[in-house]
């Protein structure tokens, strides 16, 4: 069992940053993926970034590619997401996924097995 816990969410000003932070512990896989998914209100759930476990490969959604940075430190079990640039469209809940194994599909919803409670982010003019 895999428990992930986000943190760092909050309102900022058009053009601000944060940083997300998504606590993993349970059992380590190194083939697992993490990844990151925002949900509007009214909206379906939506690809944000990946990244691999080992931190070698990321992808990002094209809303967010070139503002946003997903970064994985291992010896604290932690991954991250940077957010710069923020728009009111990036406004959203936004949750922490891993994945139970090594999968393919690393922006669909139904590649990850294991999800946090998710952290609200609003940003506004």
């Known amino acids: 069992q895999v428990q992930l816990v986000e943190s760092g969410g909050g309102q900022v000003q058009t053009g601000g940053s944060l940083r997300l932070s998504c606590a993993v512990s349970g059992r380590t896989l190194s083939s697992r993926v993490m990844g990151w998914f925002r949900q509007a209100p009214g909206k379906e759930r939506e690809f944000v970034a990946a990244?691999?476990?080992?931190?070698?490969?990321?992808s990002y959604g094209g809303s967010v590619k070139g503002r946003f940075t997903a970064s994985i430190d291992n010896d604290k079990n932690t991954v991250y997401l940077q957010m710069n640039g923020l728009q009111p469209e990036d406004t959203a809940v936004y949750y922490c996924?891993?994945?139970?194994?090594?999968?393919?599909?690393?922006?669909?919803?139904?590649?990850?097995?294991?999800w946090g409670q998710g952290t609200t982010v609003t940003a506004s003019s």
């Open positions: 990244i691999t476990w080992s931190g070698a490969t990321t």
């Open positions: 996924a891993a994945s139970a194994g090594y999968i393919t599909l690393l922006r669909s919803v139904n590649s990850y097995a294991y």
